[in-house]
């Protein structure tokens, strides 16, 4: 029995898939099957059902998955116990982020953090899908209020939402002063479940907005370049406008409503201290971002407006 073959294992019983599983741990589909074959053959047991249109756990591999997960838990500790006694910063990370976030700023900050710690090897996969410490994550940054349930989370920095337009819009459909006032307006919006409302917050109470759309993308980058073009307001994070808010290519609207902050923040699997290299990385990227991060410095943002006196 190999720590291979129960790395394979544990990665088909996440996924339910060989070709996922595949894909993850960057090996060929008949090398996870091979692996997969000399476990069963160690153990003397199936642990897989096998047919053409779906893959599951036979009772034998329901009850031996939850071993093999600490099994090479444990493994990993004990070889990051070793390295932490020589000092070292080292070995592979896998880490999860939202493509728009990751192709702006956490790429810069990774390439700073693997200089600093050359013999840290990392797999960043960009996706605006969430992805969860089961499917092999070390570590996963998301752009969201609130915790991923049973992951440990850290705050690395805020994220701040604004809608912006470009100066041409405004002077052509004049800019709005309310929340009401965006009805007149166009949006270029981002597709989500409801890609036609924008919310916010006025004290304690929500209000939910409808703005005809422009246009519908799946891409912050897009949303940019399109309020740029002149197509419509855009309620963007300022880590995606800060540089055409800095440049004048789009201006901030405020509303009067309070500010939209989320945190970006970094979950990584329960059961046990996260180890040294992602330790290391989750206090690099705190410097790299700062807090107020530095994609805001010289941004003036709306503040919540006083209430008028009596």
């Given at each position: 029995m190999t720590l291979d073959g129960l790395v394979a294992f544990i990665a088909v019983a996440n996924t339910g898939s060989f070709s996922e599983a595949a894909r993850q741990l960057r090996l060929s589909k008949s090398t996870i099957s091979e692996r997969l074959t000399e476990l069963e053959r160690a153990l003397g047991a199936s642990l897989l059902q096998r047919n053409s249109r779906q893959l599951a756990l036979t009772a034998d591999g329901t009850a031996f998955l939850d071993r093999a997960k600490r099994i090479v838990a444990e493994a990993d500790r004990a070889a990051e116990e070793l390295a932490q006694r020589r000092g070292e910063i080292a070995g592979p990370l896998r880490i999860s982020a939202p493509r728009g976030f990751g192709d702006t700023h956490l790429g810069p900050a990774l390439y700073s953090f693997m200089e600093r710690f050359p013999e840290v090897t990392i797999t960043a996969e960009l996706d605006d899908r969430v992805g969860d410490a089961a499917g092999g994550y070390d570590a996963i940054i998301r752009i969201a209020p609130g915790e991923m349930p049973k992951m440990p989370t850290e705050t690395l920095t805020v994220s701040r939402r604004t809608l912006v337009a470009a100066p041409a819009y405004l002077a052509h459909f004049g800019r709005p002063q309310t929340i009401e006032d965006l009805a007149r307006h166009k949006a270029i919006h981002y597709m989500d479940r409801n890609p036609d409302d924008w919310n916010f917050k006025t004290?304690?109470?929500?209000?939910?907005?409808?703005?005809?759309?422009?246009?519908?993308?799946?891409?912050?980058?897009?949303?940019?370049?399109?309020?740029?073009?002149?197509?419509?307001?855009?309620?963007?994070?300022?880590?995606?406008?800060?540089?055409?808010?800095?440049?004048?290519?789009?201006?901030?609207?405020?509303?009067?409503?309070?500010?939209?902050?989320?945190?970006?923040?970094?979950?990584?699997?329960?059961?046990?201290?996260?180890?040294?290299?992602?330790?290391?990385?989750?206090?690099?990227?705190?410097?790299?971002?700062?807090?107020?991060?530095?994609?805001?410095?010289?941004?003036?943002?709306?503040?919540?407006?006083?209430?008028?006196?009596?």
């Open positions: 004290g304690n109470e929500s209000i939910v907005a409808r703005v005809a759309p422009r246009l519908r993308v799946t891409s912050c980058l897009a949303m940019r370049d399109a309020a740029i073009a002149g197509l419509g307001i855009a309620s963007l994070p300022t880590f995606h406008s800060h540089e055409a808010l800095r440049s004048g290519a789009l201006e901030i609207i405020d509303i009067g409503a309070d500010p939209d902050l989320t945190p970006i923040s970094i979950a990584y699997q329960n059961g046990a201290p996260p180890s040294a290299r992602l330790t290391a990385l989750i206090d690099h990227l705190k410097r790299a971002f700062g807090d107020p991060p530095y994609w805001d410095a010289d941004i003036h943002l709306p503040t919540r407006r006083e209430a008028a006196s009596p």
